[in-house]
């Protein structure tokens, strides 16, 4: 069972992080914090354990930008077809230099590119914004993968949405916190409580599973 186990990092893009002056920033991000976010991906590969990454790839006019909603400002939340939507200074648009993912790209077995519908937000990896699912359950049922760990930007938003669809497909699914970076230390505290009340184990770090990984994998 040597794939049992598989790692999706989420979102590790310029436009997140300080390192490149992203967009949308946020703290904690700067070169060093990616290099550990490469390096834990790097010492899982070795293991074993494929590597998934995922990349926020909006179009220029997406319904998440402030730009597009004349009169509004980023951070402000407006309401569309009853449904909050938190608007953002653009970020992570289709083609752009700070829309790559900064983590080596021959790590990865896939990069899911996710939230390409301009009039949809999409925060999970898993499903698009319509409920459809992406192509993540499939590249993880090929490998045989059953225990999924993540982590990466944003905790309280794609992390956690991913992490919550993953489990409830079933997936045993892990968030490694120390990897993770999130916009409000506040929202990150409530969606880790809320990914805990379903069902999601949150370590403080790699070394927190490592041994058991390794256990699993050679056992
Ligand atoms: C994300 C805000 C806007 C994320 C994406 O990757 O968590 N957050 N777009
Ligand atoms: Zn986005």
Known sequence: MANKWGVIIIDVQGDFTKWKQ????????NES?????????????????????????????????????????PFEKITIDG??????????????????????????????????DPAVENYSAFKDGKGVKTEMDTV?????IKKVVLYG??????VSATALDLITANYETTVIEGLCRCVSADNATAAIDEMRTRGIRVVTSLEDIIEEIRRDISG
């Open 153 to 158: 930007i944003a905790t309280e938003y794609c």
């Open 33 to 73: 914090y990616v290099k550990s976010a490469e390096a834990a991906a790097q010492q899982l590969k070795e293991l074993g354990v494929p590597v998934f990454g995922t990349q926020d790839w909006h179009p220029p006019d997406h319904v998440s930008f402030a730009t597009t909603h004349p009169g509004k400002k």
């Open 22 to 29: 992203g967009s949308l920033a946020v703290p904690g991000t």
């Open 83 to 116: 449904k909050e939507q938190a608007l953002w200074p653009p970020h992570c648009i289709q083609g752009t230099e700070n829309a790559r993912v900064l983590i080596d790209n021959n790590l990865f077995l896939a990069i899911v590119k996710m939230s390409q």
């Open 140 to 144: 993880l049922r090929i490998n045989g």
